[in-house]
């Protein structure tokens, strides 16, 4: 079994940046695809962000694109999302998830392990 825990979510201003990490445990990380999920009061979870097992591809929601980066350090079996230019539209408590294909992080349902979420709030 693989633990996730996300921390660094909190209150930005509009126009702001944020640095989430997540933190692994369990199974060896190298083996998992990391990415980031998201869900807004009232609205189904979402894909954010993907990187691959080598931190070599990654893969991001038109709606993120150019504001968010992710990124991992296998040493240290963490990975990360920085958030720049947030917009209130970014409040969401975010998930960290661990699952070695890549494919199937455009389908929720198919994700292997999640964390238990890490909220961002993004005033105007």
């Known amino acids: 079994q693989v633990q996730l825990v996300e921390s660094g979510g909190g209150l930005v201003q509009a126009g702001g940046s944020l640095k989430l990490s997540c933190a692994t445990s369990g199974r060896a990380f190298v083996i998992y695809a990391m990415g980031w999920f998201r869900q807004a009061p009232g609205k189904d979870r979402e894909f954010v962000a993907v990187?691959?097992?080598?931190?070599?591809?990654?893969d991001y929601a038109d709606s993120v694109k150019g504001r968010f980066t992710i990124s991992r350090d296998n040493a240290r079996s963490t990975v990360y999302l920085q958030m720049n230019s947030l917009e209130p539209e970014d409040t969401a408590v975010y998930y960290c998830?661990?699952?070695?294909?890549?494919?199937?992080?455009?389908?929720?349902?198919?994700?292997?392990?999640w964390g238990k979420g890490t909220l961002v709030t993004v005033s105007a």
């Open positions: 998830a661990a699952d070695p294909t890549i494919s199937d992080y455009y389908k929720s349902g198919r994700i292997n392990y």
């Open positions: 990187i691959s097992q080598s931190g070599a591809t990654t």
